[in-house]
Structure formats: structure tokens, C-alpha cells
């Protein structure tokens, strides 16, 4: 039986009946199957795990963004039910942050001006003010996400480090429909048309990464790709090759090095990321 907590009191009055050993997946709700599999990764270690809903203000730069964020509660508790999950975590952002936590400040340099840090100011802040709050209210050992934030589990990584060190971080690979086109809460936005062209972007990602495999540099891998992403009319926000963890630029693949693709850009007005980790 789901058992839902709506407030932080809630929340800290039976937190200590759940025990020492508590999975947490952190989620704007919305659910689908990317959702399905991190739960059931976060399960399969764990069977008292805990979910959270909550469409964080604080994480939208763009307003518009915020106030058309798919909703689906109803939905979505289902699928919490159907998987086992024990536990929810509701509040609204007044109970979350009213006479709030006060969190640290967190250093993720240089992780907060690139990228997803970038394209969307004060992104990060908000991500970090969140999970600093969850996971300072929840007190997980075990926390999921998902690949396909790769900068976002990056961000996690060093908030963890800095104020969490018991916590393990898990990375759950990206769950892709059958075109490849990574899961997303955002897909519902785009249309039939629209959803066949996306999937261009995993297709892309593999052949650069299998053009830099054979040697090619990243800009020649990058430019021949480049018109793919037109004819699907994909405008590209950046597609970079890049070293984990700090997400610094590479020109050339190096195999001793973790590297990754990263993609951002926007179709039909949504906005859709991706990457793929090289191995
Ligand atoms: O990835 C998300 O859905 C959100 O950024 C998260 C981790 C739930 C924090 O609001």
C-alpha cells in the first residue's frame, strides 16, 4: 500500500519508523517508463523506497515552462502502486520551502555556467535547493536518477560529496522508445511527425560516436552530422564532446578518459536533451 506524506512534518514525524535503509527517487511526476525503471532499479536494492513529486518552482527559468510542466497525479500514483512503491512525497512548494531548510552553498564548478547551466540561469540552484532539502528531510542512503540528466547526476555527484557522504549516488541508464528517442516527460508536447523526427537526435549521437571511434576529430564528426538535424528541422542548442565529471570540451575521443556526447536543441518548441557515455 502507498503510504503518501504531504508535508515536512509529516515527514519528520515518521521518518524514523522507515528505517536505515531507505531508496529515494526524486521525480516532477508525470511518470513513464523511464520513471518505471528507475523505481524498480531503486526497489530491486531496496523495497522501502520512497518517491517524491514535486514540479519545483525554483528549477524553471521560463514561466510558460512551469505552468504548462505535464500533470498527471492521478496517473501517476497508479503506476507507483503497480510498482510496490512504498512511499510518496508530496508537499507544495509553500510547506516545501515555507520557514524553509536552509541549505550550504554548494560548489559545482564548473559545472553551474555550461551547458544545461547556461541555457537555463539559476537552473542548478534550484535542483541543488531541492535535493539539498529532500535529501536532508529523507535521509536516503540510496539515490536514483537518470542518465539522461548527465549534468544533472554530475551536479548530484559533488552535492553529495560536499554535504552527503554516506548517500550513494546510482545512475540509471536512459530508457529509449523503439525509435531511440530518449523518454521524457516533454514528449507528450511533441506531435506524431514531430516525435519521428526526435528520434534523429540518438541516431546522430551514435554515428558521431562511431565516426570519433574510427578516429575522426569531433568537429568533422559534428559538421557531417549537422544536416541531419536540419532536415529534421532540429535546431541544435549544443552538441559538444565532453570529459566526465567537469564536462570540459574534448576535440578527439580518448579512450582512457570517461567521455560523453551532450545535445540540447529544440523541436516543435520543446525543448529535448540527450547524450551518450562512450565507452
Ligand atoms: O530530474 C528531475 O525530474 C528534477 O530535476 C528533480 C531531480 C526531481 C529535482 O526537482
Do not use: W
Not at 506524506?5 to 531508496?23: K, M, P, S, W
Not at 537552473?123 to 544533472?152: A, E, R
Amino acid at each position: 500500500m502507498l503510504t503518501i506524506f504531504q508535508t515536512r512534518e509529516e515527514i519528520q514525524a515518521y521518518r524514523h519508523q522507515l528505517g536505515d535503509d531507505l531508496a529515494f527517487v526524486p521525480t516532477m511526476g508525470a511518470l513513464h517508463r523511464g520513471h518505471s525503471s528507475l523505481l524498480a532499479s531503486a526497489m530491486e536494492h531496496n523495497p522501502i523506497t520512497m518517491c517524491s513529486i514535486f514540479v519545483n518552482p525554483l528549477q524553471f527559468g521560463n514561466v510558460n515552462d512551469l505552468d504548462t510542466y505535464p500533470k498527471t497525479l492521478e496517473a501517476d500514483i497508479d503506476l507507483l502502486g503497480k510498482e510496490g512503491v512504498r512511499f510518496l512525497f508530496m508537499p507544495t512548494p509553500e510547506d516545501l520551502y515555507g520557514a524553509g531548510v536552509d541549505s550550504p552553498k554548494i560548489d559545482i564548478a564548473p559545472l553551474h555556467d555550461i551547458y544545461e547551466g547556461k541555457m537555463r540561469p539559476g537552473h542548478f540552484d534550484g535542483v541543488l535547493k531541492v535535493l539539498y532539502t529532500f535529501f536532508h528531510l529523507i535521509q536516503p542512503n540510496h539515490v536514483f536518477f537518470g542518465q539522461k540528466d548527465l549534468q544533472q547526476c554530475m551536479v548530484v555527484e559533488k552535492l553529495i560529496a560536499q554535504c552527503f557522504p554516506m548517500m550513494e549516488l546510482h545512475i540509471c541508464e536512459t530508457v529509449r522508445e523503439e525509435s531511440g528517442l530518449a523518454m521524457s516527460s516533454r514528449n507528450t508536447r511533441l506531435s506524431e511527425e514531430g516525435k519521428i523526427h526526435a528520434a534523429q537526435i540518438f541516431k546522430s549521437l551514435n554515428e558521431i560516436g562511431g565516426n570519433l571511434d574510427n578516429g575522426m576529430d569531433f568537429n568533422e564528426a559534428f559538421n557531417l552530422s549537422k544536416e541531419h538535424f536540419a532536415s529534421c528541422r532540429i535546431e541544435i542548442e549544443y552538441l559538444d564532446l565532453i570529459n566526465l565529471p567537469n564536462m570540459d570540451a574534448a576535440s578527439h575521443r580518448k579512450k582512457e578518459t570517461r567521455q560523453a556526447l551532450v545535445f540540447a536543441g529544440v523541436l516543435e518548441g520543446v525543448r529535448l536533451i540527450d547524450n551518450v557515455i562512450l565507452d
